[in-house]
């Protein structure tokens, strides 16, 4: 019986540490986000409101410490409460072309102003939110270099910064 202890106890706890990093990165919409695990492997589940936290919170969550894999059945409320789905549709669409030129003029600028290391940079880029996944041991000075060029880019409302511990 210990081990199952031992188990259910690991397993509540990466639940609450992915539950808090969604919390801390992509804020009060995340609060509308459950989370389940299977050793390893988590689950998200539920309904937010922003299409930003939908897209990112998969990439937040697997950024945690002891995650392997990560699986989103998020939906976005604004799009099932509306009858206008040709309209959504269309809204989706632009919005998803604005964020690819958003996350490719984040990305320019890295590789830009930080040369090679701009290159070792994830990037990506949902409603204005950026995020920036930097490889473990990525030096700190880097990182808040990284941060404050993407901050600086036209378009940019939020950087969130990703890693693996």
């Not at 992915?18 to 492997?41: F, H, P, Y």
């Not at 897209?55 to 989103?72: F, Q, Y």
């Not at 949902?126 to 404050?148: K, N």
Request: proline letters at 1%.
């Amino acid at each position: 019986a210990g081990a199952a202890a031992d188990a259910e106890t690991s397993s509540l706890m990466l639940e609450l540490k992915v539950k808090m990093t969604l919390l801390e990165k992509l804020g009060v919409d995340a609060l509308r986000v459950d989370v389940a695990s299977k050793g390893s492997r988590i689950t998200l589940s539920g309904t937010v409101k922003k299409r930003a936290t939908a897209e990112l919170a998969e990439e937040v969550a697997g950024s945690v410490a002891g995650v392997r894999r990560v699986k989103s059945r998020l939906r976005v409320a604004e799009y099932q409460e509306s009858p206008d789905k040709v309209g959504n549709a269309a809204t989706e669409a632009e919005r998803e072309v604005k964020d690819s030129l958003l996350e490719g003029r984040v990305r320019a600028a890295l590789v830009d102003q930080m040369g090679r290391d701009g290159f070792r940079i994830g990037t990506d880029a949902a409603s204005g939110i950026v995020s920036l996944e930097f490889a473990a041991g990525f030096d700190a000075a880097r990182r808040a270099q990284a941060i404050a060029i993407a901050e600086k880019v036209p378009g940019v409302g939020r950087v969130v910064e990703l890693a693996k511990q």
